[in-house]
């Protein structure tokens, strides 16, 4: 069974930095590129990139360069992405979705930047 | 970037009844492999969205027959057959013919 795995809901101070992990099991985490979405609450969809955990090759949506970075720990089939310069507009939920097709999507990881 | 526009449901549906929920790109999803890049997901209120039709009309596995997906390169379909209560969230449709992906901002399905 394919699951992605994001972490719990995280409260971050204004300035700072989050890094949301999603672990993947149940396939082969090198033969998928791994995707990020950002859902603020009560709105759409935003796609912000994918990354190819073979190489690291990442592609952005031009709206999240300078936000959000994305990296892949190979050896524990883990996907990062870390948020920056955190504002009240980042305050969303996150999700990992696996590429190809979105076929399978984290639980979403909700991130409250609040003072 | 391309810009999905999706439509509100004028009425909430019953129980039974079919359903069609349209999403329009601002440019064609055709592309030069003859595939059309087309994605739909359902999103149950408090879940994450899952994915119903991919490719345009190509059911994602384990998902049920009364959904299907058509269109041409820039106009597209979803229809529900036998609407039931556990259809009940938001539609997207969300194009992949070119980065940056993006969504169309939902179409809320409610049952009567």
């Known amino acids: 069974e394919v699951l992605l795995q994001q972490s719990g809901p995280e409260l971050v101070k204004p300035g700072a930095s989050v890094k949301i992990p999603c672990k993947a099991s149940g396939y082969t985490f090198t033969d998928y590129n791994m995707d990020w979405v950002k859902q603020s609450h009560g709105k759409s969809l935003e796609w912000i990139g994918d990354i190819n955990p073979n190489n690291g090759g990442t592609i952005y949506n031009q709206k999240f360069k300078g936000k959000a970075t994305l990296t892949v720990d190979k050896s524990s089939s883990t996907a990062y992405m870390e948020l920056r310069s955190l504002t009240s507009e980042d305050t969303a939920v996150y999700y990992c979705?696996?590429?190809?097709?979105?076929?399978?999507w984290g639980q979403g990881t909700l991130v409250t930047v609040s003072a | 970037d391309i810009v999905i526009t999706q439509d509100e449901l004028s009425n909430p549906v019953t129980s039974g009844e079919s359903v069609s929920i349209s999403c329009r790109s601002s440019?064609?999803?055709?592309?030069?492999?003859?595939?059309?890049?087309l994605n739909w997901f359902l999103q149950r209120p408090g879940q994450s969205p899952q994915l119903l039709i991919y490719l345009m009309s190509t059911r994602a596995s384990g998902v049920s027959d009364r959904f299907s997906g058509s269109g041409s390169g820039t106009d597209f379909t979803l229809e529900i057959s036998r609407v039931k209560a556990e259809d009940v969230g938001v539609y997207y449709c969300?194009?992949?013919?070119?980065?940056?992906?993006?969504f169309g901002g939902g179409t809320k399905l409610e049952i009567k």
């Open positions: 969300q194009q992949l013919v070119e980065y940056p992906y993006t």
């Open positions: 979705a696996r590429g190809y097709w979105f076929a399978y």
């Open positions: 440019k064609s999803l055709l592309y030069k492999d003859g595939k059309t890049y």
